[in-house]
């Protein structure tokens, strides 16, 4: 059984440009999370995702950020014309339900540098 | 102020030592807490999992304790090996559900030989 895959592992743009991420969860799971880690900071809660809708995303930027989680394929982290303070690692997570009893699992993160 | 913090920051221990992690949170109420090994460029992997009525919990040489009353967490590490180089990251999750996880600043923690 596959754990939480993430790709690409590392990517690099150029401030303006647009940066797709991408994460397959956990076979079974249904539940997606991602969060954004800064350098030297602990990760940050972005948004949570079922299955074809956002469920919350009070930890997302209201401008550039955008998140699905479509019916069929991985769940897509995208950020629109972005800047050099994006640059950070980005990890996604899934359970298999909701409740607080089910552990996460973590990917093992995208690495955006902007330069 | 976050409301999960952990100390030290870092600490550097010869091999083979012990160590032990602290994490003081005011989440509250909090449905369970847990302990996460993140290497370096990689993803946290959950090392314990404790709710709000457990004191302790055993994975290996990892041992977690929780002090619901003075919201106290503590993470032992007993004859520490190189492959514990790592940071290491409490989590304290409130009742309404994994999303709102809120993760502390970690400790950084290097075993020399």
């Known amino acids: 059984n596959a754990g939480v895959m993430q790709n690409p592992r590392h990517l690099v743009r150029r401030r303006g440009q647009e940066a797709r991420l991408r994460c397959s969860p956990m076979k079974g799971h249904s539940h997606v999370y991602w969060y954004r880690q800064l350098p030297e900071e602990g990760l940050k809660f972005m948004v949570y995702l079922q299955k074809e809708n956002i469920i919350d995303e009070s930890g997302m930027p209201k401008e550039r950020f955008s998140a699905e989680f479509p019916k069929e394929g991985p769940s897509i982290l995208r950020i629109q014309q972005v800047v050099r303070g994006d640059s950070a690692a980005y990890f996604c997570?899934?359970?298999?339900?909701?409740?607080?009893?089910?552990?996460?699992?973590f990917g093992p993160g995208t690495r955006l540098t902007v330069t | 102020k976050n409301q999960v913090e952990q100390s030290p920051q870092s600490l550097i221990i010869l091999e083979g030592k012990n160590c032990t992690l602290q994490?003081?949170?005011?989440?509250?109420?909090?449905?369970?807490l847990r302990w996460y090994k993140q290497d370096t460029g990689r993803g946290p992997v959950s090392l314990t999992i404790?709710?709000?009525?457990?004191n302790t919990k055993s994975n290996g040489r990892y041992t977690a304790t929780l002090d619901a009353d003075t919201k106290q967490s503590s993470l032992h590490i007993t004859a520490s090996q190189l492959s514990d180089s790592a940071s290491y990251i409490c989590v304290v999750i409130p009742n309404f559900g994994n999303e709102k996880l809120t993760f502390g600043t970690g400790t950084r923690l290097t075993i020399i030989p």
């Open positions: 994490c003081n949170y005011t989440v509250s109420p909090f449905s369970n």
């Open positions: 404790m709710t709000f009525s457990e």
């Open positions: 997570a899934s359970s298999p339900n909701r409740d607080s009893s089910y552990e996460q699992y």
